[in-house]
C-alpha cells in the first residue's frame, strides 16, 4: 500500500520562530491535504493542493504540492502559541478515492 | 459549529455493554468515514461509505457495526469491545466527485473508554 512519512515527529520552538515539515510517498500523489488537531478534537483541514507545484497560503500558513508529486511541505511563519498541536498531512493517489495519512508532527512552542 | 458533528463525545461502557456512536453531517457529501485514532498510531480507517453504500471495510472485528441510513447520518454499534478498542473515533465526510472530491472534513470525535 501507499506509504507517508512525515517529518519530524515533533519540535519544540521559541514562539517567533517559523517552523517547516514534509511529508513524502512512496508513489505519486494527486491530492495532498495538510490538517491540524487540537488535544481532543477532531482534526481540522488547513490547505488543500490539488496540482503539481501549487503553492498555497492560509494566513501565516503555507503549504507546497512537490513538482516531483511524491512530497509536500507546509511552513508557518511567525509561531504563536495557539499554533500548537498534532499537524497531518494525507495524500492521494490513484488507487480509489482514499486518503492515507502521515504520522503527524507535533508541535510545541513556548512563549 | 463544524459542518460533521458526532454524538457523544465521551463514552465509558464496559466489556458486555451495547452501545451507539452517532454522526451527522451537513455538508451535503455523499460519503462518510469511520476512523479510529489512537495514542501514537497513525489514522485508521475503518469503514467507508459512498451513496449509502459499504465500499469498504479494512478488516475491522465484528464487534464494530456501522449503520449508515442516509447520506447525511453515520452510525457505529459497538458490542463486547475490548479495553484496547479504548481511542478517539472520528466521523467524516466528503463528496465522491468534483475538483474538491478529494478533501475530507472531520467531526470533532468520540472519546471512547472501555473498562
Known amino acids: 500500500g501507499q506509504q507517508l512519512n512525515q517529518s519530524p515527529q515533533s519540535m519544540f520552538i521559541q514562539e517567533g520562530e517559523d517552523v517547516s515539515m514534509n511529508c513524502t510517498s512512496s508513489?505519486?500523489?494527486?491530492?495532498w491535504l495538510w490538517y491540524k488537531q487540537d488535544p481532543g478534537e477532531g482534526p481540522v483541514l488547513l490547505i488543500a493542493?490539488?496540482?503539481?507545484?501549487e503553492l498555497t497560503s492560509n494566513g501565516r500558513l503555507t503549504a507546497q504540492f512537490g513538482i516531483t508529486r511524491k512530497d509536500s511541505f507546509l511552513n508557518i511563519s511567525a509561531s504563536i502559541p495557539s499554533d500548537v498541536g498534532i499537524y497531518f498531512c494525507?495524500?492521494?493517489?490513484?488507487?480509489?478515492?482514499?486518503?492515507?495519512f502521515g504520522g503527524g508532527t507535533r508541535l510545541m512552542v513556548k512563549p | 459549529e463544524t459542518g460533521v458533528t458526532q454524538t457523544p463525545r465521551h463514552l465509558v461502557m464496559g466489556m458486555t455493554n451495547k452501545k451507539s456512536l452517532k454522526c451527522e453531517q451537513h455538508?451535503?457529501?455523499?460519503?462518510m468515514y469511520w476512523y479510529k485514532q489512537s495514542a501514537k498510531k497513525p489514522l485508521e480507517l475503518m469503514f467507508v461509505?459512498?451513496?449509502?453504500?459499504?465500499?469498504e471495510n479494512n478488516s475491522v472485528p465484528s464487534r464494530f457495526s456501522p449503520e449508515c441510513p442516509n447520506s447525511s447520518h453515520l452510525f457505529l454499534h459497538l458490542h463486547t469491545l475490548q479495553p484496547e478498542d479504548s481511542a478517539l473515533y472520528l466521523c467524516?465526510?466528503?463528496?465522491?466527485?468534483?475538483?474538491?472530491?478529494?478533501?475530507?472534513?472531520f467531526g470533532e470525535g468520540s472519546w471512547l473508554t472501555v473498562v
Open positions: 455538508l451535503g457529501h455523499n460519503a
Open positions: 494525507a495524500g492521494r493517489g490513484n488507487a480509489g478515492n482514499m486518503l492515507t
Open positions: 461509505y459512498s451513496l449509502e453504500e459499504r465500499v
Open positions: 467524516a465526510s466528503s463528496q465522491t466527485s468534483g475538483s474538491s472530491g478529494n478533501t475530507i472534513y
Open positions: 493542493l490539488y496540482k503539481a507545484g
Open positions: 508513489s505519486i500523489f494527486n491530492t
